[in-house]
């Protein structure tokens, strides 16, 4: 069984280019450096691949998606293939939505900046509840760790920070400046939200795993009212849930949430 599972998305949206977008998430990167490192962060990098070796199976269970022995990597070598998955396909857009460390430390920092680095395409790296603190990543993140944007001549891609849950008023006032630009775009978040028309799709996960309308500050509802509203929004990208969720945040507002790629997940969406 190969380790990199790809799932194909088309989005028709009758631009004259077409676009690639490839997205993976949740990979939860537990290196350290035993030439460099203290013994307290080497038990911790073990401690957490062991923890995260049994959590991507019980996941995986849990969504009915497949995995197999030789699979079960380590989360430095999920890595690894991912990029080089991205090297090989050569997409318009690389989208790291979230939690690709499991921690901040030095030996995290480092393996990540070298495997980043060899990408031959353009990226965003959207940081995750587990990047954190998220100033850490800025050098990743455009110099902003909470909003990013890719212009791809046709259409945008907009990262925003949301993995505290919620949205901070520079990010709502940042996000309403861009759909002032009257262009499409797909908008990139690493914990999904949850509204009156996807609870169902969400009801068997605990609140940790979306972003919920219905317990959302006043800035916060404000932001996911524009996002279901708005025509320029075509789509969410998602990431946190550890399986594969399609559901509709509104009517005809889809939402993917890419699984692990921790059990190898790639989402490849195809623009046109």
Not at 210 to 221: E, F, I, P, R, V
Request: proline share 3%; aromatic share 10%.
């Amino acid at each position: 069984m190969n380790f990199i599972q790809e799932k194909q998305i088309e989005i028709n949206l009758g631009l004259s280019g077409r676009y690639t977008l490839m997205q993976f998430n949740d990979v939860h990167l537990a290196t350290f450096d035993r030439d460099k490192d203290d013994l307290g962060t080497i038990n911790r990098a073990i401690s957490q691949e062991r923890i995260w070796m049994s959590q991507r199976i019980d996941f995986a269970r849990k969504f009915n998606e497949h995995f197999a022995s030789d699979t079960l990597l380590s989360s430095a070598e999920c890595l690894e293939r991912l990029i080089d998955y991205a090297i090989k396909n050569r997409p318009d857009l690389v989208i790291m939505a979230g939690d690709i460390v499991d921690y901040y430390s030095k030996s995290n920092w480092d393996f990540l900046v070298q495997a980043v680095s060899r990408l031959e395409s353009p990226y965003l790296f959207s940081c995750g509840n587990h990047e954190s603190p998220a100033d850490f990543f800025k050098d990743l993140c455009q110099g902003n760790s909470y909003f990013q944007v890719a212009d791809l001549g046709e259409l945008l891609v907009v990262s925003v920070n949301n993995s505290v849950r919620k949205i901070g008023h520079s990010q709502l006032e940042s996000f309403q400046k861009v759909l002032s630009q009257n262009m499409p775009l797909v908008l990139v978040m690493h914990v999904p939200m949850m509204t009156r028309y996807n609870k169902r799709e969400f009801e068997r996960l605990d609140a940790y795993f979306t972003m919920s309308y219905d317990d959302g500050d006043a800035t916060t509802k404000e932001f996911m009212d524009l996002v279901a509203e708005s025509e320029k929004v075509k789509a969410v990208l998602c990431g946190h849930t550890h399986g594969a969720i399609f559901s509709f945040i509104a009517p005809g507002k889809p939402q993917y949430c890419c699984s692990s790629g921790l059990i190898g997940s790639v989402n490849k969406i195809i623009i046109k």
